[in-house]
Every structure is written in C-alpha cells, then in structure tokens.
C-alpha cells in the first residue's frame, strides 16, 4: 500500500511522545509498505533530523507555518467556537500544501495523528484512519480541574471543543485508533467501542535490560515543558519526598528531561538534581534504584514507565499512569493515590533489594511480553488494510 502518513509535529527527535509514537509506527509500516510523510513543524527541521526518516519515506513533505499566524487562528477559532489546538495548527498553508501532495501521492490510506491534524483531510475523498493518540480532551479536563481563574475558564472551553472535535471524527474517519482502553472509555460517545486500542511499544534493542542495579535512589524522567510532567515533578519533591525523608534523609532524587521550566528548575537541591536536556536518557534510568512518576494530571499511555520497566528498574506511579498499563500493582509495580502512599512505596522498595530485583524481572517480562514494537506494528497494518478495503 502506499500510506500517507499525516503528523502535527516532525516526528525527530524523539524528545515528546507523540513523536516517538509516530517514529516507530513509521518505521514498522515501511517494512512492508511505501510511506510518504506530511509533517506540520512550528520550529525548523534540521537535515539531520530529516536523515532520521529519510530510510522509511519515499518522500517528506514539511510545512513550517509561522507562529503569528498560529496564533491569529488560535484567537480566530476561539471567538468561532472551535478547538484552540486544532486552530493553531491550522492554516490555509497547510491545508493548500496537504491537498496538492495527497493528490501527487494518491495514496490507498491517509493516516492522521491527533485530532489536530484533521482539517487537513476533512474534506478528502479517501480512505482515511485517525490516531487519536490519547484522549485530549480528558487531559485538558484533567489540567482545568487543577487549574484556577482564567485559565480554568480558557482550558473548559477547549475541554468542550475537543471532545465535540473528537466526536467529529468518529464520522469523517473509517478507522480510529487509540492508545489504552482508559483513553477510549473517556470519549463517551455511541460509536467509541469501534475505536481500536492500538498500545505505543518499547524498542527492547534501545532499552535493553541494565546488568547492574544503579547507585541513585530516584529518577523521574520527562519533557519538563510538558504540564502533567512539570505537576509530577513538584508534586513529589513538595509533597512525596519530605515524608520519605523523615524517615530516609539521605535519600536523593534526579528530574532528567528535556527544557525544564523554571519552576522545575527551582526545585533543585543538595538532595534534588535536576538534570536539563540530556543527549540520552537510558543512564539515568539504569542508574536508578527505583524509578518514580507520581502522575496525576494528562491522559495516554506513560512511555517513561515502559521504558524504565524494560530496563529492569523497578516503579513506583499513580493509578492514573499504573492503570493504562494494565501491569499487576505489587508484582510488576507499585501503585499509590497519595503522597503518603507514594512515600511508603518509595520506602518499602529502597529498604529491599530482594524486592526490587523480583519486580524489576517480572516488569522486564512483563514488557517483553506486551509492549513490542513488531507487534503493534502489526495491529496497526490490519487497521489501515481494513479502511483501504473499504473503499473498494
């Protein structure tokens, strides 16, 4: 088949999980198909970034709208009554440039991440197959139950026009796709049982399993621009991290991510290292005793846990990420609703080695199993053949 594959952003590096998702996506269907890639990108692409996709795309296609122009349609579709996001990465640029290389392309399936992208093939007679990703309506919900004043009122209306966005493209697209059934179930609509959970994976070659226990207590790992990042991060050294250090004092804690906001970096200490942007994350994983994401706001499927759990580190996290998952609390990792849950958890893990080597083999298996990037890869082929024949 040849594939269209649509994106909001350009999917290297792979510094957000979107792109990952996109990245490796990519790469799987290429084995067996011709992929052509049309990419949204708000900040220039270097050549070496487009080296990175070169191998799997008969042809990239990249549209760099500028930001006012973003921004002017971000204003326009909040007094239209319409989704911010999807306005700001919307423009007749793009709308224009993604016409003209579909009808070069003629492709047997478009492939869309994100309702953002969905303006640009509404209107396209072909078959067609949105990614959801997540649910982004539950995490803008989620975000405005943690927010006050103005901005609880900006992320309500947005709350409300990408669910009706989301609801809109149950009818444009032949397939959807999502990342965890957590995600389908918060899209309450007729038709969200047709949508299809198609999991993100772990590169095992990438993420292979550490030979030696670390040396640092805690590791927390994320885009530290990210909202529901920059909360976790806060939420466990204000409120997590001074229960176990009343017990642990010696306790120490790393945040590696990427372009840490200064409230992140604000929370660096004698016992608090925050890293900034590191060029590879695997050593701050494999140096952890135990890897923590007390996640309580943002919606999908936690990359950061699959690959800290793939690298043999055992985890402790919130029911919100633990859930999606589907992984057994207790056995492939721990989950806690409090601070004081988390803390006990923390505790319990870094006081028994014996524990934390049995939970670090099972959460290895337990990826090994369920979380590979050929096998999802595979899942989503069966998806776009099913829209493809459809049409016929």
């Not at 994350?281 to 846990?305: E, T, W």
């Amino acid at each position: 088949m040849k594939i269209l594959v649509v994106l909001p952003r350009f999917p290297y590096p792979l510094e957000k999980g979107d792109k990952l998702r996109a990245y490796h996506q990519i790469v799987q269907l290429a084995k067996r198909h011709e992929v052509y890639l049309f990419a949204i990108s708000h900040s220039s692409v270097s050549p070496e970034q487009r080296a990175a996709l070169e191998p799997y795309c008969k042809e990239i296609y990249i549209v760099n709208p500028p930001r006012w122009v973003s921004y002017k349609n971000v204003l326009r579709n909040y007094f239209s009554t319409k989704s911010l996001q999807l306005g700001y990465w919307d423009s007749k640029r793009a709308r224009r440039a993604c016409k003209a290389f579909i009808a070069q392309v003629d492709p047997d399936v478009i492939y869309n991440q994100m309702v953002r992208t969905m303006p640009l093939v509404a209107r396209v007679d072909c078959p067609k197959v949105m990614d959801f990703q997540d649910a982004l309506s539950l995490n803008t919900e989620r975000r405005m139950e943690q927010s006050k004043g103005l901005w609880r009122h900006i992320l309500h209306f947005e709350f409300k026009m990408l669910r009706s966005a989301e609801y809109k493209a149950m009818r444009i697209f032949d397939r959807l796709t999502i990342i965890s059934e957590a995600d389908r179930d918060a899209i309450p609509h007729s038709m969200s049982d047709s949508i299809r959970v198609v999991p993100n994976g772990v590169d095992l070659d990438y993420f292979s399993r550490a030979t030696t226990e670390g040396n640092v207590d805690l590791v927390f790992c994320g885009n530290m621009q990210y909202e529901p990042n920059i909360d976790a991060a806060e939420y466990l050294v204000k409120e997590v991290m001074p229960l176990v250090w009343e017990h642990r004092p010696e306790t120490t804690l790393t945040l590696a991510g990427a372009t840490p906001k200064k409230s992140v970096l604000a929370l660096a200490s004698d016992r608090v290292n925050v890293t900034g942007t590191v060029d590879d994350i695997r050593p701050y994983y494999a140096a952890a005793k135990v890897f923590v994401a007390p996640m309580r706001i943002g919606s999908g499927l936690q990359n950061k846990l699959l690959e800290a759990m793939a690298m043999g580190t055992p985890c402790v996290t919130t029911p919100l990420a633990g859930d999606t998952l589907g992984a057994i609390d207790g056995r492939q990792l721990l989950l806690g609703s409090t601070a004081q849950e988390l803390a006990d958890s923390i505790l319990h893990l870094l006081a028994d080695r014996t524990r934390r080597v049995l939970m670090a083999d099972e959460a290895h298996r337990f990826v090994q199993h369920n979380y590979t990037w050929d096998k999802i890869g595979d899942q989503l082929e069966t998806i776009l053949n099913e829209a493809a024949n459809r049409h016929l």
